[in-house]
């Protein structure tokens, strides 16, 4: 079976099934009819489904549905598409212009990582998609889109760069003090950048007129000025919350010095008291071997006394002895 055949077979098929509001089965059949796809078939496939679904009552619901699922993945598609030549390319977008303008939310998500691509053609075609979502019910207020748009203006292939401008009178067109606002920032922080200067004052004569550029410049000045002021604010009140924490630290230290002296003083009252307790016990000491020395003085000199007593006894005793034996030779 062809190619052509297989189309009008599944695709008949899901035609039957929308109209007959059974969406989910319609889901169903187009997936079997995207699970076969390879690289030589999957654009022609892509538009098929497109094609179909974009005529079909419903057949937004359904598109929501494949995209929100993956089953039509939005950046695989874009890399596929980028090997076509640049008018398939965009007949192929022409197929998405209008869920970009009324279900804006399924392409944004994409935006700041495709617009990153190294393949310039993929760019391209995500700015091409924020062009589409730029006219329909949903204004673009990411500042961070508009930044990133704003940074495809210089280093970029021409073909970029003019879409890049495209997309951001886009943008600017229900926005336009937004984008004026983003793009004078973005400028300051690139005052260097001639050409960038230029893109971005093509962008804003066309979206602003030159009374409001003036006027947006008093307003970033006043703004500037205001901000300088806040800072100012802000770096006084730090300095007198540093002096103040300055202060807070100084009488920490101060108490904790205070603390620390006193902690010392009843070390070394301590100390005193320690000292003078070994000296008193030392002095107690002292007077009890005094006592000691003393009571065995006293014991001595009573046994040197019982000893001189003793031997006087003895004396005495001998000396009776002997005249006694005197008297008994006398009266011999």
Same mark, same amino acid.
């Given at each position: 079976?062809?190619?052509?055949?297989?189309?009008?077979?599944?695709?008949?098929?899901?035609?039957?099934?929308?109209?007959?509001?059974?969406?989910?089965?319609?889901?169903?059949?187009?997936?079997?009819?995207?699970?076969?796809?390879?690289?030589?078939?999957?654009?022609?496939?892509?538009?098929?489904?497109?094609?179909?679904?974009?005529?079909?009552?419903?057949?937004?619901?359904?598109?929501?549905?494949?995209?929100?699922?993956?089953?039509?993945?939005?950046?695989?598609?874009?890399?596929?598409?980028?090997?076509?030549?640049?008018?398939?390319?965009?007949?192929?977008?022409?197929?998405?212009?209008?869920?970009?303008?009324?279900?804006?939310?399924?392409?944004?998500?994409?935006?700041?990582?495709?617009?990153?691509?190294?393949?310039?053609?993929?760019?391209?075609?995500?700015?091409?998609?924020?062009?589409?979502?730029?006219?329909?019910?949903?204004?673009?207020?990411?500042?961070?889109?508009?930044?990133?748009?704003?940074?495809?203006?210089?280093?970029?292939?021409?073909?970029?760069?003019?879409?890049?401008?495209?997309?951001?009178?886009?943008?600017?067109?229900?926005?336009?003090?937004?984008?004026?606002?983003?793009?004078?920032?973005?400028?300051?922080?690139?005052?260097?950048?001639?050409?960038?200067?230029?893109?971005?004052?093509?962008?804003?004569?066309?979206?602003?007129?030159?009374?409001?550029?003036?006027?947006?410049?008093?307003?970033?000045?006043?703004?500037?000025?205001?901000?300088?002021?806040?800072?100012?604010?802000?770096?006084?009140? #730090?300095?007198?919350? @540093? /002096?103040?924490? &300055?202060?807070?630290?100084? !009488? %920490? $230290? *101060?108490? =904790?010095?205070? +603390?620390?002296?006193?902690?010392?003083?009843?070390?070394?009252?301590?100390?005193?008291?320690?000292?003078?307790?070994?000296?008193?016990?030392?002095? #107690?000491?002292?007077? @009890? /071997?005094?006592? &000691?020395?003393?009571?065995? !003085? %006293? $014991? *001595?000199? =009573?046994?040197? +006394?019982?000893?001189?007593?003793?031997?006087?006894?003895?004396?005495?005793?001998?000396?009776?002895?002997?005249?006694?034996?005197?008297?008994?030779? #006398?009266?011999?």
């Amino acid at each position: 079976m062809t190619e052509e055949e297989i189309k009008d077979d599944d695709l008949k098929i899901v035609k039957v099934l929308v109209n007959e509001g059974r969406l989910d089965d319609a889901v169903e059949e187009i997936k079997l009819y995207l699970e076969n796809i390879n690289e030589n078939n999957y654009l022609d496939r892509m538009e098929n489904v497109l094609e179909t679904l974009v005529t079909l009552h419903g057949g937004r619901t359904i598109l929501r549905f494949l995209i929100e699922h993956s089953v039509i993945d939005i950046p695989t598609l874009l890399h596929n598409l980028s090997k076509k030549d640049s008018m398939l390319r965009y007949s192929f977008l022409l197929l998405l212009k209008s869920m970009c303008e009324n279900e804006a939310d399924l392409f944004l998500p994409y935006v700041e990582d495709l617009l990153q691509s190294e393949d310039p053609n993929i760019k391209e075609a995500i700015l091409q998609l924020l062009i589409f979502i730029s006219g329909g019910e949903k204004d673009i207020k990411d500042e961070s889109i508009i930044r990133t748009t704003a940074s495809k203006l210089i280093n970029e292939k021409e073909f970029v760069t003019e879409k890049a401008i495209q997309a951001l009178r886009a943008v600017g067109k229900d926005s336009p003090s937004l984008i004026a606002k983003i793009l004078t920032e973005y400028i300051k922080e690139n005052s260097e950048n001639e050409e960038l200067r230029k893109k971005i004052d093509t962008v804003l004569k066309s979206i602003v007129s030159v009374e409001k550029i003036d006027e947006l410049v008093e307003e970033e000045k006043s703004r500037e000025e205001e901000k300088k002021e806040e800072d100012i604010d802000v770096d006084e009140k #730090e300095i007198t919350d @540093k /002096e103040l924490e &300055l202060k807070k630290k100084d !009488l %920490e $230290l *101060k108490k =904790k010095k205070l +603390e620390l002296e006193a902690k010392e003083k009843e070390l070394e009252e301590k100390e005193i008291q320690e000292k003078e307790k070994a000296l008193k016990k030392k002095q #107690e000491l002292l007077e @009890k /071997e005094k006592e &000691l020395s003393q009571v065995e !003085l %006293e $014991l *001595k000199q =009573k046994e040197v +006394e019982e000893r001189q007593q003793k031997i006087r006894e003895e004396e005495a005793k001998r000396l009776q002895e002997k005249i006694r034996d005197m008297k008994e030779k #006398e009266n011999e």
